[in-house]
């Protein structure tokens, strides 16, 4: 039960090589992806107890998150955020996850410093595809 009260744990500045984005030399050659998280965490028993068992590892959290980057290609980084999002509420302690995906070298014929997504999703949102005219 949630005490109402939640805290912030951010991990920023991932940095990733996938190969995601619609183009074939995209998919061919692979870029740079970088994922900021903010986790919507009570922190309250990790401080009680100062072990680590009662709070979410980011260690592991960040491998983890690094292998939903590089592995199995897709095109839009919608959907990449929404598998890093998963793979963030699969720890029962994240009450909300907020993702950002940086797409620094897409594939823009214009001078751009980066391009980001960012989404939020909680723990009880219903999963993707399970929407209206889904039964």
């Given at each position: 039960m949630s005490s109402g009260a939640t805290d912030e744990l951010s991990v920023l500045g991932i940095e990733?090589?996938?190969h995601h984005g619609v183009f074939d030399h995209e998919k061919r050659d692979g870029q740079v992806f970088v994922i900021d998280l903010t986790l919507g965490v009570n922190t309250r028993p990790a401080a009680a107890s100062d072990d680590l068992r009662d709070t979410v590892d980011y260690g592991s959290l960040v491998?983890?998150?690094t292998a939903a980057v590089t592995r199995d290609p897709v095109d839009l980084i919608e959907t990449l955020a929404e598998r890093v999002a998963g793979v963030c509420l699969l720890d029962s302690r994240v009450e909300w996850a907020r993702v950002t995906v940086h797409k620094p070298d897409a594939p823009i014929e214009a001078r751009f410093s980066d391009v980001t997504l960012t989404i939020t999703r909680h723990r009880?949102?219903?999963?993707a595809g399970q929407g209206e005219g889904h039964r």
């Open positions: 990733c090589f996938g491998g983890q998150v009880h949102d219903e999963p």
